[in-house]
């Protein structure tokens, strides 16, 4: 008895120590640095472009229907936004306050399913110290928000066993997780149809059905609402997307077959020091029998299968199930090293990391990827009246990363050119006098050629103010 109240009292005290160590952690260093161009920027234009018009229902990106992603992380950073400013850091805070409540929800359920709190404990420093998930926590991105509401609809999932009005939290939390990421999220209705099947568990079909039309009504009506004020132009647009990003051919042709290879190796690539003890509790829960765990299984392969069988092989598609992950590597820890040495472990390493922590909150690394853009951005807004563009020029590439950072960091819609017909055209037509080109094309195509200011050099590019 007193063994036992012991090892309940460590954990609550883990559990406050972890649950602290992770705030920190999470949310001091992202107070420095920038945001990287493609994802991160790409989000923000879109939740700034909502603060900015007062309108939450049509999103727009560089002066267009923003048809990529459900809006539900820009409407979380607009409403950020609209509290405490427009910045780099508000920015990155909902994914790194939905990183720590996943880490905190990830403890819960390990203890819900396994019926020890230690192993819960365990889940949340393997999810904590897993270095691919702590590094989306800092960016403004989906894929850690999309892992807390994917985390959440299965934590509400296993509460419907005793009542089955939580049915309707794991729809709302699904919907939540289709308005975020969109595809991603129909692996949630999977895994809950193969848990009924594989657990042998009877549904309360009522309560099922309804949190069905829950998670599926909120993203059908936002597509019919495109639908019906774009109708073509956002078929065309959302295929186009669908092809480059899901469905489109690979090349060469046989990688559409090796997606599964690929997600194995990076996973074995990255996911250490903790690979081997969920491999191990893989194993301990299917020799186990025990059919509370067997939804850890079916999340793990749902999720795995659904990224496979698309075109893009990015590991940080794989996040939400990185939980599942988690509490199947503290299933393996107690499995195969017995709990006073674990245990023993955590004492020595608790304030080690606690000293690490608080050295990274106080010294963050500085990450600068915007250092080109952002005094370019800030002038040639500066130079170019409201509701003129900016026309936009890098050798041709199509470097969105660039663009995103441009409407991010400035004030005014790109005119984006990507070819050197594309580019004369421009000149020729002169609707915009304020270019941005790289260096080489400045050289070739303005120093001393057309009449002009430099408004502003950084890096690689120069802004430059055509004569009237």
Same mark, same amino acid.
């Given at each position: 008895?007193?063994?036992?109240?012991?090892?309940?009292?460590?954990?609550r005290?883990?559990?406050?120590v %972890?649950?602290?160590?992770t705030?920190?952690?999470?949310?001091a260093?992202?107070?420095?640095?920038?945001?990287p161009?493609?994802?991160d =920027?790409?989000y923000?234009v879109?939740a700034?472009?909502?603060?900015?018009?007062?309108?939450w229902?049509n999103t727009?990106?560089?002066?267009?229907?923003?048809?990529?992603?459900?809006?539900?992380l820009e409407w979380?950073?607009?409403?950020?936004?609209?509290?405490?400013g427009?910045s780099?850091?508000?920015?990155?805070?909902?994914?790194? @306050?939905?990183?720590?409540?996943?880490?905190?929800?990830?403890?819960?359920?390990?203890? !819900?399913? *396994?019926?020890?709190?230690?192993?819960?404990?365990?889940?949340?420093?393997?999810?904590?110290?897993?270095?691919?998930?702590?590094?989306?926590?800092a960016r403004? $991105? *989906?894929?850690?928000?999309?892992?807390?509401?994917?985390?959440a609809?299965?934590?509400a999932w296993?509460l419907?066993?005793?009542?089955?009005?939580?049915?309707?939290?794991?729809?709302? %939390?699904?919907?939540?997780?289709?308005m975020t !990421?969109?595809l991603?999220?129909?692996a949630?209705?999977?895994?809950?149809g193969?848990?009924?099947?594989?657990?042998r568990?009877?549904?309360?079909w009522?309560y099922?059905l309804?949190a069905?039309?829950?998670?599926?009504?909120?993203l059908a009506?936002?597509?019919?609402?495109?639908?019906?004020?774009?109708?073509?132009?956002?078929f065309?647009?959302h295929?186009a997307?669908l092809?480059?990003?899901?469905?489109g051919?690979?090349?060469?042709?046989?990688?559409?077959?090796?997606?599964? %290879?690929?997600?194995?190796?990076?996973l074995a690539?990255?996911?250490?020091?903790w @690979?081997?003890?969920?491999?191990?509790? $893989?194993?301990?829960?299917v020799?186990? !029998?025990?059919?509370?765990?067997y939804?850890?299984?079916i999340?793990?392969?749902v999720?795995?299968? $659904?990224?496979? =069988?698309a075109?893009?092989?990015v590991?940080?598609?794989?996040?939400?199930?990185?939980?599942?992950?988690?509490?199947?590597t503290?299933?393996? @820890?107690?499995?195969?090293?017995?709990?006073r040495?674990?245990q023993?472990?955590?004492r020595?390493?608790t304030?080690?990391?606690?000293?690490g922590?608080?050295?990274?909150?106080?010294?963050?690394?500085v990450?600068?990827?915007a250092?080109?853009?952002?005094?370019?951005?800030v002038a =040639? *807004?500066?130079?170019t009246p409201?509701?003129? !563009?900016?026309a936009?020029y890098?050798?041709? =590439?199509?470097?969105y990363?660039?663009?995103?950072q $441009?409407?991010?960091?400035?004030?005014r819609e790109?005119?984006?050119?990507?070819?050197?017909g594309? @580019?004369e055209?421009?000149?020729?037509?002169r609707?915009?006098r304020?270019?941005?080109?790289?260096?080489?094309?400045?050289?070739a195509? %303005?120093?001393s050629r057309i009449?002009?200011?430099?408004?502003a050099?950084?890096?690689?590019?120069?802004?430059?103010?055509?004569?009237?």
């Amino acid at each position: 008895m007193f063994d036992q109240q012991a090892k309940t009292l460590n954990t609550r005290f883990y559990f406050g120590v %972890f649950a602290v160590l992770t705030a920190i952690g999470f949310l001091a260093p992202i107070r420095v640095g920038d945001l990287p161009g493609y994802d991160d =920027a790409r989000y923000t234009v879109v939740a700034k472009q909502i603060v900015l018009s007062g309108d939450w229902l049509n999103t727009q990106y560089n002066g267009a229907p923003d048809f990529e992603h459900p809006p539900l992380l820009e409407w979380i950073q607009a409403a950020f936004f609209s509290v405490f400013g427009v910045s780099d850091f508000v920015a990155k805070v909902p994914s790194a @306050l939905l990183g720590l409540g996943t880490v905190l929800l990830v403890g819960w359920l390990a203890r !819900r399913l *396994t019926g020890d709190p230690f192993e819960g404990i365990l889940a949340m420093f393997a999810l904590a110290s897993s270095a691919y998930f702590v590094k989306y926590t800092a960016r403004a $991105m *989906t894929d850690v928000p999309v892992t807390f509401f994917f985390l959440a609809a299965l934590c509400a999932w296993s509460l419907t066993e005793e009542y089955p009005g939580w049915y309707l939290a794991a729809g709302a %939390f699904t919907a939540m997780a289709l308005m975020t !990421r969109g595809l991603i999220g129909f692996a949630l209705p999977a895994i809950f149809g193969l848990d009924l099947i594989i657990a042998r568990r009877r549904p309360h079909w009522g309560y099922a059905l309804a949190a069905l039309a829950l998670a599926i009504l909120p993203l059908a009506l936002w597509y019919w609402r495109l639908i019906h004020h774009y109708g073509q132009v956002f078929f065309a647009a959302h295929e186009a997307w669908l092809d480059r990003e899901a469905f489109g051919a690979l090349s060469p042709s046989w990688r559409r077959y090796t997606g599964l %290879f690929e997600y194995v190796f990076m996973l074995a690539k990255s996911y250490w020091p903790w @690979l081997p003890f969920a491999a191990a509790g $893989m194993v301990c829960v299917v020799r186990g !029998r025990q059919r509370r765990l067997y939804v850890l299984l079916i999340w793990f392969v749902v999720v795995l299968a $659904m990224c496979a =069988a698309a075109k893009s092989r990015v590991l940080r598609y794989m996040l939400p199930a990185y939980p599942a992950l988690s509490i199947l590597t503290a299933i393996g @820890l107690v499995a195969l090293i017995p709990v006073r040495f674990i245990q023993k472990g955590l004492r020595f390493a608790t304030p080690v990391l606690a000293v690490g922590v608080l050295a990274i909150a106080i010294f963050p690394p500085v990450i600068h990827h915007a250092s080109e853009i952002q005094p370019i951005a800030v002038a =040639a *807004t500066a130079v170019t009246p409201s509701g003129e !563009r900016i026309a936009f020029y890098d050798q041709g =590439a199509p470097l969105y990363d660039e663009v995103n950072q $441009m409407l991010w960091y400035g004030g005014r819609e790109i005119l984006f050119l990507l070819s050197p017909g594309e @580019l004369e055209k421009a000149l020729e037509a002169r609707k915009t006098r304020v270019f941005v080109v790289d260096d080489a094309t400045y050289q070739a195509r %303005f120093s001393s050629r057309i009449g002009h200011e430099i408004v502003a050099k950084a890096g690689h590019l120069v802004c430059v103010r055509l004569s009237p």
